[in-house]
């Protein structure tokens, strides 16, 4: 590439490096010259308005948009050869829950990508269904039709998906919608262990007030890249107001509630 | 008896053309009911169907090539690859019109297939002196005459597909399923999308020659919607559409042999009507499942006030009859939700009548504390005093649990209710096990103090570790009156005696 790269090299390799990323689906892109690396083992939110790019940001990074300028590194590798090493939990109204495929079925989906096209599934990826199952406490309801679950429980499932499938990256699209405050918690804990096992995560997030608390870093994005780091060098006044154009009439407030949880969350 | 049997289930056997349609009918039922499954998941049907018209077209195409070129005339081979290469650029064209235009998608399979369709049965006109095919065979199929040829080519097609979907059974699941996901893992989503096409088109061709291509998207879909009732496991919905298919045809060409009917009509008939079947006793998803589901369900409203009727009547046992005609309920309902409380526990059968279970007398006082509680908010709030018992005889029914527990801590948790009735204890919180606030607490209980709030602290000499007693309350103040373990006593109000949370003893 001739354009030099923005932002030092650090000596490890990031978990994902995006170099001058552009995407279109018209004449407006909807991500414009987006660059960024993203060191590994950390929770990742990326935050926006509604319409930013967000979910497209996740969808170049799976290689599912076509992109117009840029490259994408998936720990170190062009995001092209990358697969497989990116799990994927899809929004949840992206699926047909009255599917006939049960739990433990949806889990071993993961697991395809390992099999070869003529492999039954074997014993290695049983256990890993187990163990993914196990970590999101959901052993109990492997054999239920995916339908007939909660909502944050359908999205404990996917999770497991993401975790069967042992990619080094997750990308999460919006999981925390639509679920209540300890279902929240409760997946919550899932992405720290995932976490605490070495891979990087990231997450598309919509609510400013939690995001501070839950991510150790955040990505703030509007066609462009506004920022990306810790969320008090994130949640900046004027960032917000200008990505947010004065929308968020309660900023101040926001803003403080985040700082306040922030420090309790640092506290203990 | 006997020679009836013989007549009407052997004898087909010995026909030569009964044999034939039934092997190749089964045949390809069995293969269109299991890719038919992954065509009604995908909501594909009017694909389908737009496939199965498509056809026509394909067909007079591979015919007359045949014909020009190579001097076949009705070459099943030609037509069969005809058909496919129809129905692949129909595929095409579909997903070209949906992708530059904003016609949606179903709204380009229709502009599309009745326009093939109509070419088709042009060129089949205007050639009518060299092709010879019988549009009417064509539309309606001839399941009883199929021909050695149309069985090869039907067998063949069949095998393929049949051993695309074993083999690639992970692929077709996960790319209907969530294609994002395929895409991930790396999987061509795009030649899974176009094989299944493929096999489809397949399938409607070698079903065209048996049920016509009218009927020939019924024996796709309907095997598979019957199986779909049943089961929640792809694998096992194959297998349960392939039996209704089997079955279908059966059943069809019996039929069909016994009214002398046309033998494809008469096996969708048949399959239609097993379909309705399913429909009405499906286990989980049928309508008699439903309909019983929903009869088991008995009205709430009844439920409480058949607990309420007999709670009043203390130890005496209350008659049937009472019950019956003393709620104002209908007395069939009435009957059979006193069953139901009985087969659940809540109420015991005597000689005399009924009475409450343990179980059932904490259900009732729990929903007579609801009530009492109510009417106390009521009267606070201003509600005459002859609208008092009608209005929370409504309001009790709104009984969960922290709603009830927050009209007790607005009232200031009252002993009485207006007409000095006792308003039962908050016996759920305090049986739990867990600790409970000293002012949810009654005369004569008492326990061991594991906290006292920052806020209540400043206020009394409590503390935690203690053990503590309660006298009875002081109700002109509404204070709360508690005796230490050296029998020394002190007064707490409102706010500190919710402030202290004491481990009740058992």
Sequence with gaps: MAISTSGARTATTPAIEVQ??????????????????????VLVGVIGPNGAGKSTFIKALLGFVKRDVGQIKILGTPAEHAIGRIAYVPQRGAVDWDFP???????????????????????????????????????EFADRQIGQLSGGQQQRVFMARALAQGGEVLL?????AGVDASTERALLDVLHSAKGQGRTLV??????????????KLLLVKQRLFAYGTPAQVLREDLLSEVYEGRLRAFEHLR???????REGAAP | MNAWLEHTFVAPLHQEFFLKALLGGTLVAVVCAVVG????LRRMAFLGDALSHIMLAGVAGGYLVMKFFFHEEAHAGGMLVGALIASVLAVAMIGFVSRVSRIKEDTAIGVMYTGLFAAGAVLVTVYSSEIHIDLYHFIMGDVLGVADDDLRASAIASALVLSLVILFFRHFQIASFDPVLAAALGLPVLLIDYALTTCVSLVVVSGISMVGLILVVGLMITPAATAYLLTDRLQRMMWLAAGFAASSVVGGLYLAYAIDSSGGAAIMLFCSLQFLVVLVIAPRYGLLAG????????????VEDILGLVLKAGARAVSAGELRDGLGHEPRATLRAVKRLVQDGLLEARAEGYALTEQGTLQARRLQRAHRLWETYLSQVGTPEAELHGQAHKLEHLHEEASVDYIDHILGHPLKDPHGSEIPPDFVDTHSGQPVMVSLLRKDQGGTIVEVKPAAATYTPLKKGERIKLRPRNVAANRWVVERADGSVVELDHAVADGVLVQPDP
């Design chain 2, 37 to 40: 499954c992954l065509v009604i």
């Design chain 1, 172 to 176: 999460l699209d919006e999981p925390f």
């Design chain 1, 101 to 139: 495929v049960t739990v433990r079925e949806v889990v071993m989906m993961g697991r395809y990508g390992h099999l070869r096209w003529w492999q039954d599934p074997g014993t290695a990826d049983r256990q890993a269904v187990d163990a993914a199952l196990e970590m999101v406490r959901m052993s």
């Design chain 1, 20 to 41: 001058h990323l552009t995407v279109s689906y018209g004449p407006r892109p909807a991500l414009l010259d987006v660059s960024v690396a993203i060191e590994p083992g």
């Design chain 1, 256 to 262: 403080e509630e985040a700082a306040r949880k922030a």
């Design chain 1, 203 to 216: 997450v598309v997030h919509h609510d400013l007030v939690t995001a501070a608390e839950y991510f150790d």
């Design chain 2, 291 to 302: 309909w019983l589901r929903r009869r088991r369900m008995l009205p709430q409203e009844l």
